[in-house]
């Protein structure tokens, strides 16, 4: 059961890290639909995200090869904007899970949270892609290496609220860059991405270090995590992919009609059972 969950956890990590829809908030109210029907409980969730998230982040080095050697040529200036727009993320992020280890909260891995946040994901996907008014070919619009470093925090400050379950990384930063920094649709998706790679390797480099000290959770084992890693790499391939189709496409908004009803069935579901 712990391998089947695991293969099924990393399938819906590929198919949801990507998409404007909150990889973690399916995580969590994937587990607790898993908790509900067998009455196990995974203790270890959190860390496996980590660990599943480390697989779509190298989907995302394999699909953005090319920007990322950029980075060392002629976008060089790039790197100083991820460093910027890393920094809210980083702070936040490393805050709140501590403050939530501490206080024992359980917000990381609480379903109604998650669901309350594919809530927030869907009202932001429609702010931002009704403020998104250019025409289908895209020709208006900033490009991100021309971008500014206070452009940079701003698009970083609202990956940072993605630390919570349920709130897009991708749904909020791609938003937040067409809505408010004017980027062309292709630059915000690339920058979004782009974006991911400190801010998810981050969190992995830190997850094996805390392996590494503590150990390996009996419930998680290396093969298991192997596997769970490389389905949801190759899974997020392709999810991946047809974002990138339907956000040159303007169809970005079409997900807040899967998340809204999702997190409001998801929260009425943990506010009465």
């Not at 303007?250 to 809204?260: E, N, P, R």
Request: glycine share 10%; charged share 15%; aromatic share 8%.
């Amino acid at each position: 059961m712990d391998f089947l969950r695991t293969i099924i956890l990393a399938v819906v990590q590929g198919l949801t890290e990507f998409l404007p829809v909150s990889s973690d908030g399916h995580l969590v109210v994937t587990s607790a639909l898993f908790e509900a029907a067998t009455g196990q409980k995974l203790d270890e969730l959190l860390a496996l995200e980590i660990v599943l998230h480390a697989g779509t982040l190298a989907a995302v080095l394999i699909v953005f090869r090319k920007q990322i050697v950029k980075l060392a040529t002629v976008d060089r200036r790039v790197v100083g904007l991820l460093v910027a727009g890393t920094i809210p993320a980083a702070v936040f992020g490393l805050a709140l899970k501590k403050l939530d280890k501490v206080y024992h909260w359980g917000i990381l891995e609480s379903p109604l949270i998650g669901g309350l946040g594919l809530i927030v994901t869907g009202l932001v996907l429609l702010w931002g892609t009704r403020r998104d008014k250019r025409q289908a070919d895209d020709t208006n619009g900033l490009t991100y290496p021309n971008m500014t470093y206070l452009q940079a925090v701003v698009i970083g400050t609202f990956q940072a609220f993605a630390v919570l379950p349920g709130v897009s990384r991708s749904g909020l930063t791609i938003a937040s860059a067409l809505a408010l920094v004017k980027l062309k649709r292709e630059d915000a998706a690339n920058f979004s991405f782009l974006l991911s790679i400190p801010a998810v390797g981050g969190a992995v480099m830190l997850q094996l270090l805390e392996f590494a000290k503590e150990g390996m959770p009996e419930s998680l084992p290396v093969g298991d995590l192997v596997i769970g890693a490389c389905v949801s790499m190759l899974v997020g391939l392709v999810a991946l992919k047809w974002l990138l189709v339907w956000l040159r496409g303007g169809k970005l908004h079409y997900f807040a009609y899967y998340v809204i009803p999702l997190g409001v069935a998801v929260s009425v579901w943990q506010l009465i059972g």
